[in-house]
């Protein structure tokens, strides 16, 4: 098998500590940038929780020395829209353009990230549409669930709460938590720029070294601590009241595997043959076989510091034990057999065709990069994917699934009517009972 073909790195440290990659891909003349930032949510500090997600949006509505209408107009003449997001461990920049339009694309993203100035108004407003936004989550179970989840397996850990926060908590932040954040975290050895396209390395990092390389951090300022492993969890269920549905939203997850492991791909093939696709262990068990849900799924989600593994359902509120009973008990018999011959043949073929589609753009690259320099990994991590994938046994599966899937640790959560929800469920741990308006 061939491997997966991906660009050579070029990586350069700038004057004043940041990072530039640069992976050249001839043919198509555009080019996506990427600015990576070591300050996630993980970083908000206590009762000021979305801090870093308000950051990183509303980084890009005024600097020092453009307001957001002129920064907006700036991106859209070079064809070009900016992208700012935030996970648990990182933020984001992005933008992709015409190759020749570069200089600009780098000035523009270069100076967003760097000289903020947060204004007070547009400030005001994001909250205004963060708070609306998260009203809004109500209405959707799935979201609600999510969000259940990381505060039910993670608890007191920094990922326990979702990166945009609450509406109360966003209420209470004000421009000076953003700038303080900023000033705090936004700085040049944190940053990571990643440059994907038909350039010539040698002309980017020139570039990189005149618009990023400028940049010079606060005294004293340096790498964020590192984020503590979450520790498990004893089994626990958590009702999330609401009165108003006839289906309940499922969630049966548990601390699993940080992104940086060895058993990253024995991972990949266990969640793939048990519940990550629609020929999957779960889908026969729960939809084909007892017609509990139309959809059921699996996933391992990785982080620095952790992880977690997370079954994923839905059904009538009546047969809402049923589905957990029948999942914890698929759980138990995978993790005690592993997968069939023919359920790990089938999932390494899935996973090795379908991994190239994630590789196709410029931006798809850019993005892997970025994950490959935040979690510490090497390019063989792609250039061997199919290699590695195609090793994974069925004994590593069924070690994966001892150590990680939630068999008796983790947390049953289901949104739905608590008074129909709580005695069914009170089999499998001991149940709290919260409103869903807590979550938002």
Known sequence: MRPIPFPELVEERLPGGATAVVARRPGVPLVALRLLV?????????????????????????????????????????????????????????????ADALPR????????????????????RLKRRDRAGLAHLLDEPGAVAERALLRAVYRDHPYAHPPDGTAAQLGRLRRADLAAFHRRWYVPPNATLVVVGDVEPGTVLALARRRLGRWRAPGGAGAPP???APPPTPRAVLVVDKPDLTQTQIRIGGVALPRRTPAYFAAAVTNAAFGGGFTSRLVEAIRVNRGLSYGVRSRFSMSRAGGLFFIASFTKNETAADLVQVALEEAARFAEEGPTAEELERARSWLSGLFPLSLETHEQVAERIAELRLFGLSREEVTGYRERIGAVTAEECRAVARAHFPLGTGAVVAVGPARTLARALERFGPVTVLPARRLV
């Open 38 to 98: 070591d300050a996630g949510s993980a970083l908000d500090p206590p009762g000021r929780h979305g801090v870093a997600h308000l950051v990183a949006q509303a980084a890009r509505r005024g600097t020092r020395r453009r307001r957001g209408r002129q920064l907006d107009e700036l991106v859209e003449s070079l064809g070009s829209e900016m992208g700012a997001a935030c996970d648990e461990d990182a933020s984001y920049f992005g933008l992709s353009a015409p």
């Open 226 to 228: 590192p984020v503590p």
């Open 105 to 124: 694309l780098l000035e523009v993203v270069v100076e967003i990230a760097t000289e903020p100035s947060f204004p007070a108004a547009e400030v005001a």
